[in-house]
T-cell receptor, first 116, second 115 residues
Framework: GDSVTQMEGPVTLSEEAFLTINCTYT??????LFWYVQYPGEGLQLLLK?????DKGSNKGFEATYRKETTSFHLEKGSVQVSDSAVYFC???????????????FGQGTILTVHP | DAGVIQSPRHEVTEMGQEVTLRCKPI?????LFWYRQTMMRGLELLIY????????DSGMPEDRFSAKMPNASFSTLKIQPSEPRDSAVYFC?????????????FGSGTRLTVV
């Protein structure tokens, strides 16, 4: 069935460092891909999305490009801040025929801690 | 827009008691999802509704769990009887149209502790 695999965490960075969180997926057809962020004590918030191959989603300095050839959607940010400390989830929703049709399938989450 | 509203935010109950979690989706959203989040298992989809009709409840762990959506603006998740292993954060989410296009909007969650 459809699945999402994220890089093992936690990730610890200094402020202004470059961030990459890897995400790869397995899905039937052409899924849409998402990154969600969860701050402590809160629900998940949509960070960015891409609905077709080669699309780049971006928001708040974060970017991710939908790579169909490598089935990947890696999250990047050029200069992280302490306020970016959170848990990041990669997710997909497939079109008709996929096991994630009509719903989101999430990765296991990656904890990011940014130190001043 | 008030977002997805869940109540209560925190619930502590004794093993064997009935627990009811509540969710009000965003007005006009036609999909509603219940998730459970634990450190060990991450985010698990329990059940989801489309236009108030349950579509997929394959994630409901056992008969102790039940969910209803009597109208477009309200849903409940009930656990009876509750057990310590049910301790988790339960999230409700809603979407307008299929998530393949728009993703979800999540509520702030209910942290359930069963002692």
């Amino acid at each position: 069935g459809d699945s999402v695999t994220q890089m093992e965490g936690p990730v610890t960075l200094s402020e202004e460092a470059f961030l990459t969180i890897n995400c790869t997926y397995t899905a039937t057809g052409y899924p849409s891909l998402f990154w969600y962020v969860q701050y402590p004590g809160e629900g998940l918030q949509l960070l960015l999305k891409a609905t077709k191959a080669d699309d780049k989603g971006s928001n708040k300095g974060f970017e991710a490009t939908y790579r169909k050839e490598t089935t990947s959607f890696h999250l990047e940010k050029g200069s992280v801040q302490v306020s970016d400390s959170a848990v990041y989830f990669c997710a997909l929703s497939a079109g008709a025929g996929g096991t994630s049709y009509g719903k989101l399938t999430f990765g296991q989450g990656t904890i990011l801690t940014v130190h001043p | 827009d008030a977002g997805v509203i869940q109540s209560p935010r925190h619930e502590v109950t004794e093993m064997g008691q009935e627990v009811t979690l509540r969710c009000k989706p965003i007005s006009g959203h036609d999909y509603l999802f219940w998730y459970r989040q634990t450190m060990m298992r991450g985010l698990e989809l329990l059940i989801y509704f489309n236009n108030n009709v349950p579509i997929d409840d394959s994630g409901m762990p056992e008969d102790r769990f039940s969910a209803k959506m009597p109208n477009a603006s309200f849903s409940t998740l009930k656990i009876q009887p509750s057990e310590p292993r049910d301790s988790a954060v339960y999230f409700c989410a809603s979407s307008s149209g299929r998530p393949v296009n728009y993703g979800y909007t999540f509520g702030s969650g209910t942290r359930l502790t069963v002692v």
